[in-house]
């Protein structure tokens, strides 16, 4: 089974639909992330999360929230999703960084379509 | 602007033969990874680089981060049909936050 997993992993909506992407790890890391890949742009951070009560924005939060439910449990919501979120997106986890060469763990990523 | 440049964008080649993809920025870094992502899976580390001039190897890929620490390359020999992927650059900026860089698109045919 994978250490990061990720549900689901293909989603078609429609404008104005809410949305929730799940994403569960077995690693025991305190830290998790999620981004968003789109092609020739890389991937974005979204949110990120150091514990349970740590949430913190990253650079393309509009639009987006987040819950951290449990250590291992972090889910990524569209309150309304539109067009333009369509995208790739992983969530990711790391352990503390030590000496700022912590490595990250991807999920298999969530495929999301909206029409 | 992206922080990270990397080239080229795409590439394709026949298997066997050689390459190198590079990621270049205006900044230093205290260290430099690198992941290669596959269809239909996350971003995979392949390895963290944290020495100017440092050159690691891991079986038919070199990897070398250079002397000012603002850049790196990855050097494939004898390119195999396994090794395409997306290949991303990324730093650690501050305590939380990773930056990526756009990755350079590989396919090897057999």
Request: with cysteine.
């Amino acid at each position: 089974d994978a250490d990061v997993t990720q549900t689901p992993r293909n989603r078609i909506t429609k404008t104005g639909k809410r949305i929730m992407l799940e994403c569960s790890q077995t690693k025991g890391h305190d830290r998790m992330y999620w981004y968003r890949q789109d092609p020739g742009l890389g991937l974005r951070l979204i949110y990120y999360s150091f514990d349970v009560k740590d949430i913190n924005k990253g650079e393309i939060s509009d639009g987006y929230s987040v819950s951290r439910q449990a250590q291992a449990k972090f889910s990524l919501s569209l309150e309304s999703a539109i067009p333009n979120q369509t995208a790739l997106y992983f969530c990711a986890t790391s352990d503390q960084a030590g000496r700022n060469t912590g490595e990250l763990f991807f999920g298999e990523g969530s495929r999301l379509t909206v029409l | 602007t992206q922080l990270l440049e990397q080239s080229p964008q795409f590439l394709s080649i026949q298997e066997g033969e050689n390459l190198t993809v590079y990621c270049n920025s205006s900044s230093v870094f205290s260290s430099l990874q690198w992941y290669r992502q596959e269809p239909g899976e996350g971003p995979v580390l392949l390895v963290t680089v944290v020495t100017g001039g440092e050159v690691k190897k891991l079986k038919r890929l070199t990897f070398q981060f250079g002397d000012a620490r603002k850049d790196s390359s990855l050097h494939i020999t004898a390119a195999q049909t396994g090794d395409t992927g997306l290949y991303l650059c990324a730093v650690l900026s501050g305590t939380y936050k990773y930056i990526f860089g756009t990755g350079t698109r590989l396919k090897v045919l057999a």
